[in-house]
């Protein structure tokens, strides 16, 4: 299957349709409270860029957005695809795209929050090899056993 990635507004149809999936398959894994979503108008802020993962017949299957906090952090958010595509490397191609958007804008590191239990286990798999190791809460994250929390470090190219 032929995937286009691109950077996209999050204020579109199949988008809030995607967002509203990951919030589904999301919702009987962790109490509410541990459940960090953005909503699709918080995506669409001007420090949040939302990569949008389309099949051969323009279909949305995936998604994935790099939130900047500040000019060194980069945070994975809502990264999702839908299940007809999983075992595709959709995934690792919406990462890919994120990641080169941080190292593009020279952060020094990229994290994440995800939750815990069987049903992240696909998750953790595809951020631990592609680097990220695990690490503790960041920003106003609270540790809990509900989240699980992730970091691939950016070392800047040296200019000789």
């Keep these: 299957m032929a995937i286009s990635i691109a950077a996209e507004t ?3 149809d199949d988008v809030r349709g995607l967002v509203a999936r990951l919030n589904d398959h999301l919702l009987p894994l962790s109490p509410l409270e541990f459940q960090f979503k ?3 108008e918080q995506m669409a802020d001007s420090d949040t860029t939302l990569f949008v993962a389309r099949d051969e017949t323009g279909k949305a299957v ?3 957005a790099l939130k900047a906090h500040g000019p060194e952090l980069g945070e994975v958010k809502r990264m999702f695809t839908v299940p007809e595509v999983r075992g595709q ?3 690792k191609q919406l990462l890919e795209r994120i990641v080169a958007l ?3 804008r020279g952060m020094g590191s990229v994290m ?3 939750g815990t239990g ?3 286990a696909e998750a953790h798999r595809l951020y631990t090899r592609y680097g990220f190791a695990p690490r503790g809460p960041f920003l106003d994250y609270p540790d809990s056993e509900w989240s699980a929390f992730f ?4 070392p800047q190219e040296q200019v000789a």
């Design 10 to 12: 999050p204020l579109q």
């Design 38 to 40: 953005m909503t699709v």
């Design 62 to 64: 995936g998604m994935g």
């Design 89 to 91: 490397r959709v995934g």
């Design 102 to 104: 941080a190292r593009e």
């Design 112 to 114: 994440l929050e995800t």
């Design 118 to 120: 069987d049903g992240m």
């Design 151 to 154: 970091e691939l470090k950016l």
